[in-house]
């Protein structure tokens, strides 16, 4: 028997997703940050906003958040899955290139904007403790609006996007320390301290990331080859969910972040073939709960705090972002950036961070902080980081018009290009015919990337060293990441009829500029191929009868110039029928070519 179901069990989930429907486009059509939309909403949904009315006017609790702690232990899945996206856009190699922004520049950043405001906390009276706890809290950026910022901006690959992801990536590497020392300094009453305490309480750390990279690459390409073969899309959206939260189960039980653990899942799944399949796969999911995370801070918003004390939480929140930004511009200066990306990469990370709550949280638990403080502080960040949409606008316009940068180590792996930085010619289907295309590439040293839906043809391509991805092509995102924007050329392979011609409809209405090469079956496969916009079209029985007659009238005795030359204006001929501008002339002469 079924049980009964409440409808007001479902109430938040439900105005979530109205407001999702409505904010995204409004803002989109407005040219403004849905993240905006989302805070904003928060707010007005939330405790403070129209939540303070129901009072008076009960019939508004319908149109409020009833449990902002359990939205808000949802949402922090939006970090989560932000991060496992971010590994997914790296790689072990380009990691260990940028080593120098992420360990220099990024622990200089961290290191002084809390020594800075630890200090001023310190004046204004508090404890040692509570001052690093504070300093800590207000010294980390928003990885969460940041990076879909620049993402949706196309800044993430400039100077100031590369510098800003940086910065944030060891943002992100230092929370799980610094939790820890939160605890350990709860432990000893605030007093700071240097003890073999300190490294105990580290090890589950470094045990829990060796434990990920161990099990990560033992497990994760394996499970994934297993359900791509099942050729089941549910499976696969079930197991890159499976991915992601159990990495970052896995990280939260030795003491790390969740964001962390998924971080580390994506490195991992950068290097498998299954990399542009899982994006794809992920993306709707993130993005749903990025908003969901949006909404939460904006429902934790105290506007009554605000209202009550206004100058002291403007100020705190004025302050933060002048140290973070000065903190930041500084360094980057001093790491040699231009002064426009330093400015631009300050604007960025001027704004306090979603770990802010966390640290915070954790502190006035454990007494480190009081409640008071930690609630101004709380709010001086949420509208820091409301600004940072504003900051970035202001910092793209000093930073100029984005300019995709040189191929560098740094920057290897951003594009989808050869080693040598030329784009690539992308083969849908890596069959029998794929294969002697992407060998005929290779002879003239010609650049490619190959994509394929059988998962036992992309492993036994990917031992040969082949660059070939698992994935359906026939998916305009899928396309999008494998290259599509920047290929000279797609070449279609697949023996599929009807899939051959999705792939040409959705390339074709990617780029109305491509050349695309397409395998046909037959002359009348040839001629829906050519309706969609197929450059040209090979139909595989009239390309063996072609061959028939060259090897026959070499064999009795016609020059082979001769031969050569009559094949050939017979192809010119057949492709000419199919092709023709005017339908009615093109359609009698196709089918006169059927027919002979």
């Known amino acids: 028997m079924t049980p009964h179901v409440q409808p007001g069990e479902y109430k938040d989930v439900v105005l979530f997703l109205a407001t999702a429907g409505v904010v995204v486009p409004l803002f989109r059509r407005w040219k403004l940050s849905p993240i905006l939309g989302f805070l904003g909403a928060g707010v007005l949904l939330g405790p403070y906003g129209l939540g303070s009315l129901t009072a008076r006017a009960p019939w508004l609790s319908a149109l409020t958040i009833d449990n902002p702690d359990e939205v808000g232990q949802l949402a922090e899945f939006g970090v989560v899955f932000l991060l496992f996206m971010i590994g997914l856009e790296l790689s072990w190699e380009r990691l260990r290139a940028m080593r120098r922004f992420v360990f220099g520049l990024g622990a200089a950043q961290v290191g002084l904007s809390l020594a800075i405001t630890a200090g001023v906390a310190l004046a204004l009276g ?15 950026s928003s990885t969460a609006i940041v990076m879909p910022i620049l993402a949706e901006r196309k800044r ?8 800003t992801f940086s910065v944030l990536l060891f943002q992100d590497l230092a929370v799980a320390p610094i939790l820890v020392t939160l605890t350990l300094l709860s432990r000893r009453g605030g007093a700071p301290m240097v003890s073999p305490d300190l490294l105990f309480a580290f090890a589950p750390a470094v045990l829990g990331v060796l434990g990920l990279l161990v099990l990560g690459r033992l497990v994760l390409r394996p499970m994934l080859r297993s359900v791509a073969r099942a050729k089941s899309e549910e499976l696969f959206v079930a197991a890159c969910l499976l991915v992601v939260i159990g990495a970052g189960l896995i990280s939260a039980l030795t003491g790390l972040s969740m964001a962390l653990g998924a971080f580390i899942a994506g490195l991992l799944l950068a290097e498998t073939e299954f990399r542009h399949e899982v994006q794809v796969t992920i993306e709707p999911f993130k993005g749903l709960l990025l908003g969901l995370f949006f909404l939460s801070i904006g429902i934790g918003l105290n506007v009554p705090l605000l209202v009550a ?18 903190a930041v511009f500084g360094l980057a200066k001093l790491f040699r950036l231009r002064t426009r990306a330093a400015a631009e990469a300050a604007l960025l990370l001027a704004g306090a961070g979603e770990f802010a709550f966390v640290i915070l949280g954790q502190a006035m638990d454990q007494k480190l902080v009081d409640r008071p403080t930690g609630q101004a502080l709380l709010v001086a960040a949420t509208l820091s980081m409301v600004s940072i949409p504003v900051l970035a606008s202001l910092g793209a316009r000093i930073g100029g018009r984005a300019i995709a940068p040189a191929q560098t180590p740094e920057t290897a792996g951003d594009t989808p290009a050869s080693a040598s930085g030329e784009p690539r010619v992308l083969i849908a289907g890596y069959g029998r015919v794929g294969r002697l295309v992407g060998e005929m590439l290779r002879r003239h040293n010609i650049a490619w990337v190959a994509v394929e839906q059988d998962a036992r043809a992309v492993e036994t391509a990917r031992r040969a060293g082949e660059t070939i991805f698992f994935g359906d092509a026939a998916r305009s995102d899928f396309l999008a990441r494998c290259g599509l924007g920047e290929a000279p050329a797609l070449v279609v392979t697949m023996d599929d009829p009807d899939g051959a011609e999705a792939i040409v409809a959705v390339a074709r209405a990617l780029r109305p500029d491509l050349t695309i090469v397409a395998r046909a079956r037959d002359a009348r496969h040839a001629q829906r191929l050519y309706d969609l916009g197929v450059t040209d079209a090979v139909p595989e029985t009239v390309e063996a009868s072609l061959q028939l007659s060259e090897a026959l009238l070499v064999e009795i005795g016609v020059p082979m110039g001769l031969v050569i030359a009559s094949i050939h204006e017979r192809r010119d001929e057949f492709r000419k029928a199919l092709n023709r501008p005017d339908a009615l002339g093109g359609r009698t002469r196709a089918r006169r070519a059927i027919r002979d």
Not at 156 to 163: D, E, K, V, Y
Not at 309 to 326: C, F, H, R, S
Request: aromatic fraction near 2%; charge should be neutral.
């Open 156 to 163: 993430q690959h400039s100077l100031a996007g590369r510098t």
């Open 309 to 326: 004390e206004p100058l002291q939480v403007l100020g705190a929140a004025a302050g933060l972002t002048a140290v973070n930004g000065l």
């Open 126 to 140: 508090q404890t040692l403790g509570a001052a690093f706890t504070i300093g800590a809290a207000l010294a980390l």
